[in-house]
């Protein structure tokens, strides 16, 4: 990882630890954030998930926030994630609502 890179145990790490220490609800996906070593990543992965951070990944969070996968913007949400099945699963979506 370059210097240019956000870390995973500092940069999504300490202000998702804060929100939870706030009080809020505070989600993390690990695919977003690099890290210089893997034993960084598992470190900053323990901190997170013992204050209650909610750790996953991208795309399992975009299509959580929708709630309701029958919603019209759930076709358009699968088409745009870059993965094989969500991509097929807006196409099936758009040609139901054609």
Do not use: H, W
Request: glycine content about 6%.
């Amino acid at each position: 990882m370059g210097a240019d890179r956000a870390s995973l145990e500092v940069c999504a790490a300490l202000p998702a630890i804060a929100a939870t220490a706030a009080g809020y609800d505070a989600y993390v996906a690990v695919d977003a954030s690099g890290t210089f070593s893997q034993a960084k990543r598992e470190a900053g992965l323990l901190r997170m998930q013992q204050a209650r951070v909610i750790v996953s990944d991208y795309a399992t969070l975009m299509v959580e926030a929708l709630a309701d996968n029958a919603a019209p913007q759930s076709g358009a949400l699968y088409a745009a994630l870059d993965m094989p099945f969500a991509v097929l699963a807006g196409q099936v979506s758009a040609a139901y609502q054609a």
